[in-house]
């Protein structure tokens, strides 16, 4: 059986991205709280934004976890492609990081604290455990609440991409795909 080619576009979303004039007063509600809060005013119903508006409840929730996570702890991830790659660029990631994480590869030139970091996650995630070692070279670079902090950003980017990948969250029309849809 041939391979299957590649998609240059994502399938459409699975839940309606809602016109903001018809919200209902819980989501309204919501979009009020993302918008008061870290994000600010000019946030635009798009991405996981989009799909909480489904789920007011969970998405306050979700949200709320999402600004304490990006804008509040020690620790700055850098998380969907297309929004963030440009801050990894301005906080000091070399290109060469970029890209070979971009690819799939380890970042054989990346310097030792973003090596850690990325063993770390990489462990985490393949066997559900870090061992001593690795876990003792994050905390050393992060220190103890940093650490916690950042497995606490971990499962909330895990949830996220979940999110935009199972109800089919893009980037804005026009933008590029940073990879191929299968």
Partial sequence: MPAKKPAKKMPPPRVPVLAEDK???????????IRSGPRG????????FAVFLHAPAFGELAQQLGGHCRFKTVWRAQYEWFAHVPQAERAGVKPETIRDLHKGRVPK??????????DFIQELYKTRRVSDKTFERVRAVLGEAA???????????????????????SPPAGEPLPFAET
Avoid: C, H, W
Wanted: glycine residues 8%.
């Fill in 147 to 169: 650490t916690v902090e950042f497995v606490g950003i971990l499962g909330y980017y895990a949830l996220i991409s979940m999110i935009l990948n199972v109800f089919r969250m």
């Fill in 109 to 118: 030139s990346a310097p030792k604290d973003e090596r850690a970091i990325y």
């Fill in 41 to 48: 005013g000019s946030t635009t119903i798009r991405g996981p």
């Fill in 23 to 33: 919200l209902t007063p819980a989501q309204r509600a919501l979009l009020d709280s």
